[in-house]
């Protein structure tokens, strides 16, 4: 009895893996700007929820559980990276940067933009821009209240406005969403959830 629970599971699981491991990868990049990591960021975020598959199958949004552990995993990120450079830099001496020919308005794109962005503001606008997520579900997805999420949103976009220099922000947002990730990190995320589960291939 207990395999064949087991065996429902793991099809549950590849099932959700298959509808939404893009989704996660893409919310990944947006969040960290990293697009080389953003296939491992998801991979761990499917790893974990696999190890907590009968919490996420039994919760009443399991896409806003993926999207809230994905970005957990982004914030930790972003700060251990920001450690990091802070390390370096007591051991290092920055060097001016010189850009040759510099056109500002076309380096500083959405991705650009959206780095700059403290990881709450950035989160909000990618989950309610980019996904089309409602405030509710985005609230949802970052364990925070729906009047965060207007507020953040609000000052977030203001900010990208400021940045970016234009009214369009939220047809360039949910733009960048579609852009393709770098990488082919969907084999590898395939291999992985196989290999947590034991689904032969």
């Given at each position: 009895?207990?395999?064949?629970?087991?065996d429902a599971?793991?099809?549950?699981f590849?099932?959700?893996?298959?509808?939404?491991?893009?989704?996660?990868?893409?919310?990944?990049?947006?969040?960290?700007?990293?697009?080389?990591?953003?296939?491992?960021?998801?991979?761990?975020?499917?790893?974990?929820?696999?190890?907590?598959?009968?919490?996420?199958?039994?919760?009443?949004?399991?896409?806003?559980?993926?999207?809230?552990?994905?970005?957990?995993?982004?914030?930790?990120?972003?700060?251990?990276?920001?450690?990091?450079?802070?390390?370096?830099?007591?051991?290092?001496?920055?060097?001016?940067?010189?850009?040759?020919?510099?056109?500002?308005?076309?380096?500083?794109?959405?991705?650009?933009?959206?780095?700059?962005?403290?990881?709450?503001?950035r989160?909000?606008?990618?989950?309610?821009?980019?996904?089309?997520?409602?405030?509710?579900?985005?609230?949802?997805a970052?364990?925070?209240?729906?009047?965060?999420?207007?507020?953040?949103?609000?000052k977030?976009?203001?900010?990208?406005?400021?940045?970016?220099?234009?009214?369009?922000?939220?047809r360039?947002?949910?733009?960048?969403?579609?852009?393709?990730?770098r990488?082919?990190?969907?084999?590898?995320?395939?291999?992985?959830?196989?290999?947590?589960?034991?689904?032969?291939?």
């Open positions: 009895m207990g395999t064949v629970v087991d599971a793991s099809v549950e590849h099932a959700f893996f298959e509808r939404h491991y893009a989704e996660l990868s893409r919310l990944a990049h947006l969040l960290t700007g990293e697009p080389d990591t953003a296939d491992d960021l998801a991979a761990d975020a499917l790893l974990a929820l696999w190890h907590r598959w009968d919490r996420v199958r039994a919760a009443d949004h399991p896409a806003a559980y993926a999207r809230g552990v994905v970005a957990n995993l982004a914030r930790t990120r972003i700060r251990s990276a920001v450690r990091e450079r802070r390390r370096i830099a007591l051991f290092f001496t920055p060097r001016e940067e010189r850009t040759e020919n510099p056109d500002v308005p076309g380096v500083v794109d959405v991705q650009e933009a959206l780095r700059r962005l403290p990881f709450r503001k989160a909000c606008v990618v989950l309610r821009h980019a996904f089309d997520l409602s405030e509710k579900d985005t609230a949802l970052l364990g925070i209240s729906v009047g965060t999420v207007k507020s953040q949103t609000s977030a976009m203001a900010e990208l406005q400021r940045l970016l220099g234009t009214q369009e922000v939220p360039r947002v949910h733009a960048a969403v579609s852009a393709p990730a990488g082919n990190g969907v084999g590898s995320l395939r291999e992985r959830a196989d290999g947590a589960t034991g689904r032969d291939r």
